[in-house]
């Protein structure tokens, strides 16, 4: 299983509850997006195409034939292209609290038209201000847990710059004139209370892609971390029913 991130948040800080139940059944592989966490800084705009490109360079290092891609929210984008700018990558899809495009209604156009204005400011802010900005952020939501404060010293490692050049090329994605091409065993997890990515919007990614199954979970977009007892058994659910079909296939 191959693990991609959503936005904002690293591997570990997405993933880091399920590590151990996936790795029971499946050979299990994550990447931080570049920009995020621990991922590639690089001095061109962020475009998801190239994390694409950056994952399927990972498993030509990794002389990995293929894998199931399994996306949450960004991540989705990134599996999808990853698929159809790499078939021969990719067997399987597992997409969750994703989309096929994220910039459809008005106010959502000026949501990430304001994403985008915010990225060209970053690039000309000292970038010592906008760490310190950030620092300061951070800070003021600090907790004493001990899980608290790793989150926060995960999430600090980003390059806000790119986090939020980023929020402005998934404002761009938009696959539906395409998704319906998909020919690969998918499920989709659908999280049925999320107030970033709207349901129906995750109801219709399942419903574009030939023979997809959709299974739904309650919560909301961070169910994942705020919820992993509830997110869990279904995510095992759909790479369980996805591996299947692979199996079956070859």
Known sequence: MFLLHGWTASADLNWYPFYEPLAEHYRVLAIDHRGHGRGIRSRKPFRITDCADDAAALLDVLEIPSVIAVGYSMGGPVAQLLWRRHPRLVEGMVLCATSRTFNSRPRERVRFIALGAAAVGAQVVPRSLTRDAVARFIENRRTAGPTEGWAVDEFARNDWTAILQAGRSLGRFDSRSWIGEVDIPTAVVAVMGDSMVAPRRQVALARSIP????????????????????????????????????????
Do not use: I, K, M, N
């Open 211 to 250: 023979d997809a199954t959709l299974l739904p979970v309650q919560g909301d977009h961070t169910v994942c971390v705020t919820h992993p007892h509830r997110f869990g058994p279904v995510l095992l659910e759909a790479c369980a029913d996805v591996a299947h079909r692979v199996a079956s296939a070859a």
